[in-house]
């Protein structure tokens, strides 16, 4: 537990610490620009192969560690989830025509996204990332832009599939909402591989 | 929508929606990254029940701060970031009453069952040593390792120069060969 050095060291590992450092900052670097000394020494080169090995099993250690230590039971997350609050999400707030001229309603900004996200992950093969609502959304007559970055199961032919999309948001904003939607913008940033197996996921850990 | 399966969605999508108010999708990335924060503050804290009381207040922490992450697919060095924080805030605290005890019973994370004994041995030995470590080796190596900072910032979140984290990584290397050479 000491720092100093074990006097039952072989000797071929008693190298000092300014050579272990330069040596794994020439690993770090990729072994570029190449080293004649640190290749070409019999024992330098050795130490090298160590370095790298060492690596390997770190790696493999910490991808243990982490499928070992992975959410131990259903409690955790919820312990988690529920100390997370709603806050501070809700966003701008949108106004509805009251039945009574005396009321005045409204409904949020992020309750209208949330609407957008559901209508738009309701429809197959297309999940949804981020939700804009670009435009004055507090004037009931200003024209307002739906704009999304979304994820679309591998396979799915995009056109098809964004305007399935595009009609479900639209449906969603004008049965629920008084807002003006005059262009609903899809981004297309990832496609995901979708699981046709009525199995849960796989996961690398099941094998307990 | 009761097969909406959100774990085929990547980090910067989960963020996204996160930010938007998706609790769903924060649990998503709860689930993806709790066990290396957990790994992560383990190796900081040394110690099992502190690592998990700051993975619980790292994403608690997280959820409150999406908005200010800039790149959304970078969540996951975000994460080891306000990991090793909130780790050193929890060791300041508790000190200096405390040290290794907890850490000493714990047992060496394992592989699978179905790793080769041959990498199992070496496995242990790598964690037998980082168990033995002193506390600037043990800390500056997880800070390298496993949150993959520059010498710069692990100095700078341990308080010490960046030739100590040199030499302190120099030392915790050396005898994490030593060990792995016992094995052999």
Known sequence: MSDTQDPTTPPDTALSDELIAELEDYLAAGREPRNQRFEEDPELSRVLGSLENLHRVTAELLDAEARDLAAPDPGWVQKIMTNIVQEARSGRSIPLTAVSEADTLSVTEGAVRTLVRDAGDAVPGILIGRCRLDGDVTDPAAAIAVRLTVSVAAGQRIPEVTARLRAAVIAALERHTELTVSDVDISVVDLYEHRTDASPAPEPEENR | ?184
């Open chain 2, 1 to 184: 929508m009761s097969d909406l399966d959100l774990r085929a969605l990547p980090d910067g999508l989960l963020v996204d929606r996160a930010t938007d108010g998706d609790r769903r999708a924060f649990e998503v990335l709860l689930l993806r990254y709790t066990g290396i924060t957990r790994a992560y503050a383990r190796r900081l804290t040394g110690s099992a029940a502190d690592a998990d009381d700051v993975v619980q207040e790292t994403f608690i922490t997280a959820w409150g701060s999406l908005d200010q992450l800039a790149d959304p697919s970078a969540v996951k060095p975000w994460l080891m970031r306000i990991t090793a924080r909130k780790s050193f805030d929890r060791i300041r605290a508790r000190r200096p009453e405390r040290s290794l005890e907890d850490w000493e019973g714990q047992a060496p994370a394992g592989a699978g069952p179905e790793a080769r004994a041959e990498v199992n041995s070496q496995l242990e030995a790598v964690a037998r040593v980082l168990g033995e470590l002193p506390e600037l080796q043990r800390q500056s190596w997880a800070l390298r390792e496993i949150g993959e900072m520059s010498y710069r910032e692990i100095a700078e979140e341990l308080g010490v120069t960046e030739p100590t984290v040199r030499g302190a990584l120099a030392r915790a290397r050396t005898a994490l060969l030593r060990g792995l050479e016992q094995w052999r």
